[in-house]
């Protein structure tokens, strides 16, 4: 216990040091459970595992945020709708609602508008909010959820496609990161496995990952350019290399056509400081969700050390650290400390349509 509140003191010592992080160099246990709309929830909760919402019936939500994978999909690059396929890293979603910028370009804030974007973006769902009103009304267990999510309105109320983003959204809400052993340390309640203490304060000290991974996501929201390399695949396999293309497009790169490789925030803001920047990511729950980085360049938490350890690749903000194995083997032990087990999600049974279920019976 005591090196622990040792290191913590090391923690605070050094935001004096450094006034312009004091106020935000701190790591945070998680915090209470967000409080929702369980009916809204539960509407949400069957929507995320409906393939119907997607334009041609193929994938929902869960088919690239998998529940078994911290609602990651385990692979370097996303797969995309058919006929496209993704040139990003599917990121989980536990504990989504404490980021304040959403994407790994940060290009989002709101959840139920991330939503929207999977919902109907022709790269993932490629759905429509007519449509998806006239499938929801015609399947009765969902137009019952509906009606109980949206009872209040009363006789008038009007289901609309819309609808399913602030629902879905509402689901996300409720998912959440176990608590972990570094909770409880940082709670002064239980004291760390030694090598993982060793980490948290290499961690918290010397290797200065706590000036971008802090907070209760170990993540500081903003963008930063490590310069992760290139994932081989976007340039080999044209339709990865068509989605980047239309996506620079799509937010107005000046010259899209001139673009060899991900410019990441600088798409959104177009401030050239950000090129190559992608958003911190969330340091728990890494067990359940690799590959790593923004393109999954990583296949392993001690790869990603490593790769930090060295400064980072071309244009990168950090610097060489020059750790030692047992340093770097002690960030591992403190990294794999923020993942807990997963909890059990049991994917709501497919419906059949209403006139559907008539035939059959
Ligand atoms: C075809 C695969 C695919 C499908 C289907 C999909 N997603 Fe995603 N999702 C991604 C990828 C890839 C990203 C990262 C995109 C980026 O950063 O540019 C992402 C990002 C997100 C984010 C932002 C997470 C963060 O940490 O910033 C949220 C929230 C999200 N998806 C929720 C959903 C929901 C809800 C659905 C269903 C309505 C859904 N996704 C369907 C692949 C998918
Ligand atoms: C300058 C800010 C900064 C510092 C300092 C920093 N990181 Fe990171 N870290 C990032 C960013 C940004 C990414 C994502 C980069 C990308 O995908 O292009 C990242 C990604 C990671 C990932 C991969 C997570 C995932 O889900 O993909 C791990 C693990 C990680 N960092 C650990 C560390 C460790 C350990 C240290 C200290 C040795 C550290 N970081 C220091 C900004 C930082």
Redesign the pocket.
């Known amino acids: 216990m005591k090196p622990l509140l040792r290191a913590l003191g090391a923690v605070l010592l050094a935001g004096f040091m450094a006034p312009a992080f004091a106020a935000d160099l701190r790591l945070q246990p998680l915090p209470p459970p967000a409080p929702v709309n369980a009916a809204l929830a539960e509407f949400g909760r069957h929507?995320?595992f409906e393939t119907r919402?997607?334009g041609d019936g193929s994938?929902?939500?869960a088919?690239?945020?998998l529940p078994e994978k911290g609602f990651a999909?385990g692979q370097a690059l996303?797969?995309?709708?058919n006929g496209t396929e993704?040139f990003?890293?599917?990121?989980?979603?536990l504990s989504?609602r404490l980021?304040p910028?959403?994407?790994?370009?940060g290009?989002?804030s709101d959840?139920a508008g991330?939503?929207r974007e999977?919902?109907l973006d022709a790269?993932?769902?490629n759905g429509e909010t007519r449509i998806i009103a006239e499938r929801i009304r015609q399947i009765p267990q969902l137009l019952s959820l509906w009606r109980r999510a949206f009872a209040g309105q009363g006789e008038k109320a009007e289901l609309r496609g819309e609808q399913a983003f602030e629902a879905?959204?509402e689901y996300?809400k409720t998912l959440d990161f176990g608590e972990t052993s570094v909770d409880r340390a940082l709670r002064g309640e239980a004291a760390l496995e030694p090598l993982a203490e060793e980490g948290l304060r290499l961690f918290s000290g010397r290797a200065g990952c706590i000036q971008c991974h802090h907070g209760p996501l170990l993540s500081d929201g903003k963008p930063h350019r490590l310069g992760v390399p290139e994932h081989p695949a976007i340039m080999r396999e044209p339709l990865r290399a068509i989605s980047l293309l239309r996506?620079h497009a799509e937010r107005g790169l000046p010259q899209p056509m001139a673009e060899r490789g991900d410019v990441g925030a600088y798409a959104v803001s177009k401030n050239p400081a950000e090129r190559g920047g992608f958003?911190t990511?969330p340091l728990r729950g890494l067990a359940h969700t690799g590959p790593y980085m923004?393109n999954g360049r990583f296949a392993s938490i001690e790869e990603a050390i490593d790769f930090h350890d060295r400064g980072g690749g071309p244009g990168s903000v950090l610097r060489p650290l020059d750790l030692g194995a047992r340093e770097r083997q002690a960030l591992a032990a403190f990294l794999r400390a923020l993942s807990a087990p997963l909890a059990p999600v049991a994917a709501p049974p497919a419906y059949d349509y209403g006139s559907v279920a008539r035939t059959r019976r």
């Open positions: 929507l995320f919402l997607s994938r929902s939500c088919s690239c945020h999909d996303s797969r995309g709708y993704h990003r890293n599917a990121p989980g979603l989504v980021k910028r959403l994407m790994w370009d290009r989002g959840l991330a939503v999977m919902v790269q993932f769902m879905i959204a996300l996506h958003v990511p923004h």
